[in-house]
């Protein structure tokens, strides 16, 4: 295992679905998504779960029994400056969320700790945040070239320029980290949104994958003409978390009822004939 990762056990299969786990909600997102990876993955891929040290071992356990393997990793060798600038008082002041609304439990330094999965001893990854939901298989990802993300869209057509790097394609290698460093440490770096901005800017030829391989959930009230559940592989809950009590649970609703099934192990319904926004 490359510096600053631990683990238990070795990989168990060349290629793997990859998630970060930053705190206590996140480990209770990454349980549905985990779930959710099992009903859907066709190669019996590995499940990895990337943590930071500060995740108790009660939040990581049930993780562990779905079959995951736990990766520890420390945040990353960066500067002061670098660390200072990416506080998440100065981040959220210096770059105001004004579309929807980071939860408390938003810790922006610990999102680079990402990059890390290029370290990992996989020749291909799948990317996916622990607020993701795989409703359809998206194991075709494996077979596609790094760095292919979908665009950032849940508000207008302006939107497709920028990517959303809640899924991503990626192939580890120890060399491409060494090259992230230098970049992502640079002086006077600031990166907006963090990881996403970083890997824009580092695959500036990223390849674009169909919204329907991560639809974001806001598309539900702000451009419902591109809803289209039988075409959603990935739902994700961008902004406002689908566990938390939240000013948009109301208008979610059907969104968040799909979220805790996976959560709590109940049936899950045939989403590609659930009624669209249009009906809720």
């Not at 990992?120 to 790094?146: C, G, K, M, N, S």
């Not at 959303?164 to 600031?190: C, I, W, Y």
Request: net charge negative.
């Amino acid at each position: 295992m490359s510096d600053g990762l631990r683990s238990a056990r070795g990989a168990g299969a060349r290629h793997a679905y990859v998630t970060l786990v930053t705190n206590a909600d996140f480990a209770l997102g990454a349980r549905a998504l985990i779930r959710s990876l099992k009903r859907t993955d066709g190669r019996a891929s590995d499940i990895c779960v990337l943590h930071t040290g500060g995740v108790a071992e009660a939040d990581l356990a049930p993780l562990s029994d779905l079959g995951a393997r736990l990766v520890e990793t420390d945040l990353l060798p960066t500067s002061d400056a670098f660390n200072a600038a990416h506080t998440r008082d100065k981040l959220h002041r210096d770059a105001p969320f004004t579309k929807g609304t980071k939860p408390a439990f938003h810790t922006p330094l610990d999102n680079f700790c990402k990059l890390r999965l290029w370290q990992l001893d996989y020749e291909r990854v799948i990317f996916l945040d622990a607020d993701t939901l795989v409703l359809q298989p998206i194991d075709r990802l494996f077979d596609y070239p790094e760095l292919c993300a979908a665009p950032n869209v849940y508000e207008s057509l302006a939107d497709f320029r920028r990517m959303n790097s809640g899924v991503f394609t990626a192939r580890p290698h120890a060399q491409t980290f060494e090259k992230m460093l230098p970049l992502l440490d640079a002086p006077g770096a600031f990166w907006r949104r963090t990881d996403q901005t970083f890997l824009q800017e580092f695959f500036p030829g990223w390849h674009g994958l169909p919204v329907f391989d991560n639809m974001l959930q806001y598309v539900w009230f702000n451009l419902p003409e591109l809803w289209s559940w039988p075409d959603i592989r990935v739902l994700h809950f961008q902004y406002e978390k689908p566990w938390q009590d939240h000013d948009k649970a109301d208008r979610l609703k059907p969104l968040i009822d799909l979220w805790r099934a996976h959560a709590d192990g109940s049936e899950i319904p045939d989403t590609t004939a659930l009624p669209g926004p249009a009906a809720s």
